[in-house]
Antibody, heavy 120, light 110 residues
């Protein structure tokens, strides 16, 4: 049973960096069968894919066009976790952020979600 | 870029059968498979249907999926009050190299 535990601040000031971490149990961040994704959900934008990382002989990273200039996803094998950094945030980045595993083409395990509010 | 269109709302009474549609605008997404997710209030989405018709273990057989061309459907039979949730269709778009979500359908059990 895979479990994803998210952590990070719930309040970020405009223009600063949003940082979230997703700790994995029951699987490995360097699994050659899985990918590790970030999403967000807001009333205005619905559910939105942000990016992912996966290991297939080397590390791969992919980002959604909408955030490509501001996003960084990292993997940490020593802590079996992956993280999201979103730079230069604005109030439009206010959302519930989720991490999720994709396995065999399905998003089969999700973190609990973190509400991040961008406000001064 | 693919767009998945769902009706914003659906409703039914206990015991009824309801269907939720999902129409894909771009037939060149490279995706043959649609997934469906159920999101109960205040929780993360949960995988309900994968590869158009398959149910993960633990999902009741009251839930079924189908796909024809660029249209997919989720059917819920024997509707129960606990089915009241938001339902999303999702695909992996090869041209975008990203996940695409429908706008979601809010199901109300009257």
């Amino acid at each position: 049973q895979v479990h994803l535990q998210q952590s990070g601040p719930g309040l970020v000031k405009p223009s600063q960096t949003l940082s979230l971490t997703c700790v994995i149990s029951g699987d490995s961040v360097s699994s050659v069968s899985a990918a590790w994704n970030w999403f967000r959900q807001s009333p205005s934008r619905g559910l939105e894919y942000l990016g992912r990382t996966y290991y297939r002989s080397k590390w791969h990273y992919g980002y959604a066009v909408s955030v490509r200039s501001r996003i960084l996803i990292k993997s940490d094998t020593s802590k079996n976790q992956f993280s999201l950094q979103l730079n230069s945030v604005t109030p439009e980045d206010t959302a519930v952020y989720y991490c999720a595993r994709s396995f065999d083409g399905n998003l089969d395990s999700w973190g609990q979600g973190t509400l991040v509010t961008v406000s001064s | 870029q693919s767009v998945l269109t769902q009706p914003p709302s659906a409703s039914g009474t206990p015991g009824q059968r309801v269907t939720i549609s999902c129409s894909e605008s771009n037939s060149n997404s490279g995706s043959d498979y649609v997934q469906w997710y159920q999101q109960l209030p205040g929780t993360a989405p949960k995988l309900l249907i994968y590869r158009n018709t398959q149910r993960p273990s633990g999902v009741p057989d009251r839930f079924s999926g189908s796909k024809s061309g660029t249209s997919a459907s989720l059917a819920i039979s024997g509707l129960r009050s606990e089915d009241e949730a938001d339902y999303y269709c999702v695909i992996w778009d090869d041209t975008l190299s990203g996940w695409v979500f429908g706008g979601g359908t809010k199901l109300t059990v009257l």
